[in-house]
């Protein structure tokens, strides 16, 4: 059994209690984790407070904490490999992905790095006679996060790069699902030279760690990926210490595809939209809208794909599609399934759990075509499709509207003014045309609805850890008057 430790006030402590962690390729305890409550939680958020106010952090220039962030970021580079199969043996994501994405991770702390020094104030032209006035901005103050299992090195670096861009200390929860790598993680931000206090990683459960943390007096904002009724726990807690937040909470994203497309162009997008990481992604294309014309040749297209995919041990390069993170994921995926096919939905490929350990569940496809089906609404946040057909693009535009969520959205079509008429059109937050998944530390990130609110990447993140200071200076010699002596 591995041990980890988590990391508060610059130390590595074993915490008040500890559990297990289980590999989800073979259903096995592998690692002793720390367990933190609300006395681990109060010391974070004190020594982050300290930090923020007093310590060295407080002391140094936007461009010192810039140097800081490049060399978290060359660290994160130099270990990608090993965060990245501590991933995987911890949540069950295949190594190709989490390899690939955690190299990236190190590309989003260089972009923040580079705009700690460029979040600037402003002077305001005033209406009034000698007085010069600015306006600041400043650190918001001590921010919570909490982060997911799934790709968490990524969810976590949109959040710690622009709150240290913007010269934030932090509190990081970990998922108690596979929180391994963010705890391996903390040994980077030791090794960068960040001072005491200004990043605390914790783990534990909702109830004794994350209710403590989202509701804690020393917090000033919380910044949450997940789902909306822990979204909803969170904003309840938030009323205590009337912190902000910026909330990222997934959806049931649509997939449109026009008889105009190239189909395979869009059914290999198709199949990464859904299937790659299990399906276990915030942006999950889960719903597939394709014109009627083309429905049969569509999904004949896909599901020769979805059949080739090679299910695997996560470890294993070879591997396509590794297992869900928990046995939870896998019986709440099988319990939605049921219920979607006593809908009248009809199974096109996949949906059968297959033997053996591990909590592996085949790429599903579900033609839910003129059904009320429930996977049309609820998110399985697995590798399950559904699928409904349409006739004409306003069709289209209001089944891909037809849901709470907002978060992301894919066009396929070769037709222009067609793609920005649905691009104005789309209530989501993201738009992909012709392509899906793509993101960038470049491009904002995040949703409407149920999907949340408050953006991840690009400057406008940065600028959500600030808040603004405005300064009035006099600039006349005289002396002010007297306020009760009429003139």
Known sequence: MQRFQYYIDGQFLDGEARFPSV??????????LPEAREGDVD?????????????????????????????????????????????????????????????????????????????????LPIDKPDMDVWLRREPIGVVAMVVPWNSQLFLS???????????????????????????????????AGFPAGVVNIITGFGASCGAALSRHPKVAHVAFTGGPETARHIVRNSAENLASTSLELGGKSPFIVFADADLESAANAQVAGIFAATGQSCVAGSRLIVERSIKDEFLTLLKGKAEAIRIGAPLDMATEVGPLATRR??????????????SGARLVTGGHRPGGEGYYFPPTILDCDGVNSPSLVNEFFGPVLSVVSFETESEALALANDTQYGLASGVFTQNLTRAHRLMKGIRAGIVWVNTYRAVSPIAPFGGFGLSGHGREGGMAAALDYTRTKTIWLRTSDDPIPDPFVMR
């Open 23 to 32: 590999d989800p390729a073979t259903g096995k305890e592998w690692a002793d």
């Open 43 to 123: 010391r974070a958020a004190n020594a982050a407070e300290q930090a923020l106010y007093n310590g060295a952090w407080s002391k140094m220039t936007a461009t010192q904490r810039g140097k800081l962030i490049y060399r978290l970021a060359d660290l994160v580079a130099a270990n990608a490999q090993k965060l990245a199969e501590l991933e995987t043996r911890d949540t069950g994501k295949i190594i190709r992905e989490t390899s690939a994405q955690i190299a990236y991770v190190a590309d989003y702390y260089r972009y923040y790095a580079g705009i700690a020094d460029k979040i600037e104030g402003s002077y």
């Open 157 to 191: 670096a949109v959040k710690i790069g622009p709150a240290l861009a913007a010269g934030c200390t932090m509190v990081v929860k970990a998922s108690e699902d596979g929180p391994a790598p963010l705890l391996e993680f903390a040994r980077l931000i030791h090794e």
């Open 329 to 342: 994921q896998q019986e709440h995926i099988a319990a939605l399934l049921d219920k979607s096919l006593q």
